[in-house]
């Protein structure tokens, strides 16, 4: 069984007594179903769950009124085998998105205090079956990805005491041993090529077998094609889904990963698409990486509305949209040219998605002065470069020099290099700890 960081999180809930409904957010098959369900068997005397996908019949319990005691009344009528103790249940109602009512019933719930309930749901952000009235003020909320990258170590036997001593070489500032750090970037490049959903690290941690990783990656990848044609409206379903396909032209097949419309059809332009990107970043489909017109606090305050680059919300989703020989190449480590660059990049910004900041770049036309990623941590703006070898970050040191930024970050395909003034560099696996 795959151990995750929302086991902690479900069960901080627990003992918070917040008297709050909690909603787990996440596109499908990152493992939000099992997680909340493992946890109702290890931390509840009864677990109520509701599947509005599998038992869509069920909405009726949430058709009339919505006060706690007619809801309990229609749920023991249902299932007359519950004992539903106080204090001692967990109500999880999966899939809420396919019931409105439910949505609006969290507030009840909340208010009532006797049952934890969590929901979850896969199309939480989008119009989708939107409710007349939300519960805000009364639910707490939690974003889950697939595996990141420390998940994935553990996943391999790699142990929290184990990855503790690696992070020290990361705050020293000094090289892994030889033997160690190939290790890590073959447990690196496996994870690109794998990506982070539970089910395809699973079966390639019990068989081992690439192959059927891939079957299973281009059925995931399938059916997120198929939720864009079920819940996207339908001036939307064609478009978000060639935008979708799009992604590795934009980010693998040029150096120039700003998302540019013609590479989605001939003559594409902003007022045709740029909805369908909306539509794929509310649906938990993709994240974007916005530029920014000056590098200061508070970046989201210099973010260039048209200007951006967007990366899946997982590299499960963008590895399958290329063949087979990809996935080789990335574990044999013998990509070359703007893919590895590509691929690099990607990468680090899965971890850093999945670690919870929202992302930014910097380019400037006339200088050419340009920054992969910016991420901002309370108050203060951190640069991160991407390099594929151990080239100088020419435009990091100008900047850094420029704007007194006191550390910046380069994560290259290599060890731990020497540090130039204020830019650590260290190996590709440790943005990790960032």
């Not at 109500?91 to 998105?97: A, T, V």
């Not at 290599?414 to 700890?433: C, H, K, Q, W």
Request: aromatic fraction near 12%; charge should be neutral.
């Amino acid at each position: 069984m795959l151990k995750r960081k929302i086991e902690d999180i479900l069960e901080n809930y627990k003992s918070s007594k917040t008297n709050k409904c909690l909603v787990v957010q996440g596109a499908r098959q990152v493992g939000k179903t099992f997680s909340i369900r493992e946890f109702g068997k290890k931390c509840y005397n009864e677990v109520l769950e509701i599947n509005f996908k599998e038992t869509p019949s069920a909405k009726d319990i949430f058709s009339g009124d919505l006060d706690v005691e007619s809801m309990l009344t229609a749920i023991r009528f249902r299932y007359p085998s519950k004992q539903l103790p106080a204090g001692n249940t967990l109500i999880f109602l999966d899939e809420i998105q396919e019931c409105p009512n439910a949505i609006t019933s969290l507030k009840f719930w909340a208010i009532d205090k006797r049952f934890d309930v969590i929901a979850s749901g896969s199309m939480l952000g989008i119009d989708y079956n939107r409710p007349g009235s939300y519960p805000v003020g009364y639910v707490d909320y939690v974003k889950l990805y697939g595996l990141d990258f420390e998940e994935f170590l553990w996943a391999f036997g790699i142990t929290e005491d184990m990855i503790a001593g690696l992070k020290k070489y990361f705050e020293e500032g000094t090289p892994v041993p030889p033997t160690i750090h190939d290790s890590m970037m073959n447990y690196f490049r496996m994870y690109i090529a794998l990506g982070g959903m539970p089910e395809i690290v699973n079966e390639y941690v019990t068989n081992r077998n690439f192959r059927e990783a891939d079957r299973l990656q281009r059925s995931l990848l399938q059916g997120y094609q198929y939720d864009i044609a079920h819940y996207a409206v339908a001036e939307e379903k064609i478009k978000a889904e060639k935008c979708f396909l799009s992604l590795t032209r934009q980010l693998l097949d040029k150096e120039n990963h700003k998302f540019q419309y013609k590479e989605i059809e001939h003559g594409a332009r902003a007022q045709k698409y740029f909805s369908s990107i909306e539509w794929l970043l509310r649906a938990d489909i993709v994240r974007l990486c916005r530029a920014v017109t000056d590098i200061r606090y508070d970046l989201d305050d210099y973010a260039r509305e048209n200007f951006f680059r967007v990366y899946t919300s997982d590299l499960s989703l963008l590895i399958p949209m290329k063949d087979f020989s990809l996935k080789q190449h990335i574990v044999e480590n013998t990509l070359s040219g703007n893919t590895k660059s590509g691929i690099y990049k990607c990468a680090i910004a899965d971890i850093l998605i999945k670690k919870g900041y929202s992302l930014y770049f910097y380019k400037n036309e006339s200088t050419k002065r340009e920054l992969n990623f910016i991420i901002q941590k309370d108050s203060a703006i951190i640069p991160v470069e991407v390099k594929s070898g151990k080239t100088k970050a020419t435009s990091l040191n100008s900047l850094m020099e420029r704007l007194n930024i006191e550390t910046a970050y380069k994560f290259i395909d290599g060890n731990a290099g020497d540090r130039e003034s204020r830019i650590v560099t260290m190996p590709l696996y440790m943005a990790m700890f960032l």
